[in-house]
């Protein structure tokens, strides 16, 4: 009897501990797309880290698209300024390093430990987040989410806003699970459970397509590239053609006769 109270009383014990595993609870984007074609992104995670001791976390926030571009032409790399992080309101330690396809976020001080739930906030500008699909249109393709995440996210929603009249066509919506799409005037929203990518048409005549920084680099290296072949190819021209001429030219033989002796006695 003894010992089924002890199992009993384990049991007991092991229900009410509290789960250890970490998640997010919820999360909220907020996005507004400015008439200069810039983003402007605030983003709340509310982070469960159970009974873990963590010290943060790490946001990656894609740069490129998902797709190989159809040509350099309609390649995007985004850049990030203003960025601003708070862990329950109170500003919080990041350090930002850039790869080739994300822009990674370490958020949280080596210092301190976090367990529970915390609600961290981020903000930021995008540069570069339109693209330029190749029937000549243009649009936002965002990933809210991203796809850095080890942990479940239980719900994420996002609402874009921006100018009456930017937002043209139907949005789409990428996700895992079931999406929910709201449409308003000026203004879109998604919601579904887990990771979260949408794409919006925006209109031309109300928001400035913005070519990225790599887009310039492509066409001032396309330039000088181009330059260099001209260059090459016209020195390659030039030496052929006096290559030529000097191998076709008629010797002329010239004779001067002796002092005194006459051309036509020496002939």
Same mark, same amino acid.
Request: aromatic share 12%; with cysteine.
């Given at each position: 009897?003894k010992?089924?109270?002890?199992l009993?009383?384990?049991?007991?014990?092991?229900?009410?501990l509290?789960a250890s595993?970490?998640?997010?609870?919820s999360?909220?984007?907020?996005?507004s797309?400015?008439? /200069?074609?810039?983003?402007?992104?605030?983003e709340e995670i509310?982070y469960?880290?159970?009974t873990l001791q963590?010290?943060?976390?790490y946001?990656?926030?894609?740069?490129g698209?998902?797709d190989?571009?159809?040509s350099?032409?309609f390649e995007?790399?985004i850049?990030?300024?203003n960025?601003?992080?708070?862990r329950?309101g109170?500003?919080e330690?990041?350090d930002?390093s850039?790869?080739? /396809?994300?822009?990674?976020?370490?958020?949280?001080?080596?210092?301190?430990?976090?367990?529970?739930?915390?609600?961290?906030?981020i903000?930021?500008t995008?540069?570069?987040?339109?693209?330029?699909?190749v029937?000549?249109?243009?649009?936002?393709?965002?990933?809210?989410v991203?796809?850095?995440?080890s942990?479940?996210?239980?719900?994420?929603?996002?609402?874009?806003?921006?100018?009456?009249?930017a937002?043209?066509? /139907?949005?789409?919506?990428?996700?895992?699970?079931?999406?929910?799409?709201?449409?308003g005037? /000026?203004?879109r929203t998604?919601?579904?459970?887990?990771?979260?990518?949408?794409?919006?048409r925006?209109?031309?005549?109300?928001?400035?397509?913005?070519?990225?920084?790599?887009?310039?680099v492509?066409?001032?290296?396309?330039?000088?590239?181009?330059?260099?072949?001209l260059?090459a190819?016209?020195?390659?021209?030039?030496?052929?053609?006096?290559?030529?001429?000097k191998?076709?030219?008629?010797?002329?033989v010239?004779?001067?006769?002796?002092?005194g002796?006459?051309?036509?006695?020496?002939?």
């Amino acid at each position: 009897m003894k010992y089924f109270s002890v199992l009993f009383v384990l049991l007991v014990w092991l229900v009410a501990l509290p789960a250890s595993a970490e998640e997010i609870a919820s999360y909220t984007t907020s996005l507004s797309l400015e008439v /200069d074609g810039q983003l402007r992104v605030v983003e709340e995670i509310v982070y469960d880290f159970g009974t873990l001791q963590r010290h943060g976390i790490y946001r990656e926030i894609p740069r490129g698209l998902p797709d190989t571009p159809s040509s350099w032409l309609f390649e995007r790399t985004i850049s990030i300024d203003n960025l601003v992080v708070a862990r329950d309101g109170q500003p919080e330690l990041y350090d930002v390093s850039l790869t080739k /396809d994300v822009v990674k976020v370490k958020i949280g001080n080596p210092d301190v430990t976090v367990t529970g739930r915390a609600v961290y906030t981020i903000s930021y500008t995008v540069t570069g987040a339109l693209v330029r699909y190749v029937d000549g249109t243009t649009g936002l393709y965002w990933n809210a989410v991203g796809t850095g995440w080890s942990v479940p996210i239980r719900a994420s929603e996002v609402t874009l806003r921006a100018a009456p009249g930017a937002l043209v066509g /139907d949005a789409k919506c990428y996700a895992r699970r079931s999406c929910e799409v709201g449409v308003g005037p /000026d203004y879109r929203t998604f919601s579904t459970a887990g990771p979260l990518t949408f794409e919006q048409r925006v209109a031309d005549t109300v928001v400035t397509y913005q070519p990225t920084e790599r887009f310039r680099v492509s066409v001032l290296g396309f330039v000088g590239y181009a330059g260099v072949l001209l260059f090459a190819l016209f020195a390659a021209t030039r030496y052929r053609n006096a290559y030529q001429t000097k191998r076709h030219k008629t010797d002329v033989v010239e004779y001067a006769p002796y002092p005194g002796i006459s051309a036509l006695l020496t002939a």
